[in-house]
């Protein structure tokens, strides 16, 4: 039976000794971007030319996401985890190792890019085509994403233009244009943070339905909460590293322990 369940595990994603290196320009001595650049033209900032600085947001992290799973990141900020996301998703490249990954990986966030002059309606629309729907199945979804976000129960916002929203609503419209597809491998960065309970609720619910449909989801959240309700795994990363990996409860635990928090 244990040789059985491990050939039904299927891999979505492997990280193999990923490391991400940053490229900052250390130059300028303080000045503006565009008086250090002059000075680089006339030529009296030879310096900051040659000055690039080095960040190693990620420092040879491995593992193996299964299809199905729901996965945690957690760590103190700066500590890789957003990277790590965006090399997964293909925005970032590798200095050395490899990310494999079976099927077309969508990375939620925050910041995920919806147009502020268009309104809700507009974004919608264009924000599934952007995830490979087609009209026919956003026209058929689109009274359920509006529902799901909830901008609606205060007013007609959905046809206000975006810029109007708060962010609140505005993350609860960017998860709820996400949720409505089912993903290979859908990351999400903190999303969950924004909005009141019922909405989180409703988006946890939604993450176990996404794991239901043979998807995988990753989890950026400082809500060691928000992790516990939704994930079944978790990565600990600090400093690039990959501290630790395993069940919800013992990591959490142990981060906790560490960290306070």
Not at 134 to 161: A, C, H, M, W
Not at 193 to 204: H, N, P, Y
Request: proline share 2%; charged share 25%.
């Amino acid at each position: 039976m244990a040789e059985e369940t491990i050939q039904a595990r299927i891999p979505t994603v492997i990280a193999d000794d990923v490391h991400i290196v940053y490229r900052v320009n250390a130059g300028g001595g303080g000045k503006g971007a565009a008086t250090a650049a002059l000075s680089r033209i006339v030529g009296k900032d030879r310096s900051a030319a040659r000055g690039v600085r080095k960040v190693h947001a990620v420092r040879g992290v491995t593992f193996t996401a299964y299809r199905g799973e729901a996965i945690g990141l957690i760590g103190s900020n700066g500590s890789g985890k957003s990277t790590l996301l965006r090399a997964i998703a293909g925005l970032l490249p590798t200095e050395s190792g490899k990310v494999y990954t079976d099927g077309q990986p969508s990375l939620l966030g925050v910041n995920a890019a919806l147009m502020n002059d268009l309104t809700g309606e507009r974004n919608v629309i264009l924000g599934g085509l952007a995830m490979g729907m087609s009209r026919e199945e956003i026209r058929e979804r689109y009274q359920g994403i509006v529902d799901f976000s909830g901008i609606n129960e205060k007013g007609d916002f959905i046809t206000l233009p975006m810029r109007t929203y708060s962010s609140g609503m505005a993350a609860r419209l960017r998860f709820s244009i996400a949720a409505a597809k089912n993903h290979d491998v859908l990351m999400i960065d903190e999303a969950l943070a924004t909005g009141d309970r019922k909405f989180q609720i409703r988006s946890e619910q939604r993450i176990r339905e996404l794991r239901k449909e043979a998807g995988t989801v990753f989890l950026v959240s400082h809500s060691n909460k928000s992790i516990r309700d939704t994930c079944d795994r978790v990565l600990w990363l600090e400093k690039g590293e990959l501290l630790m990996d395993g069940p919800t409860e013992e990591v959490v635990k142990a981060y906790e322990k560490e960290t306070g928090k």
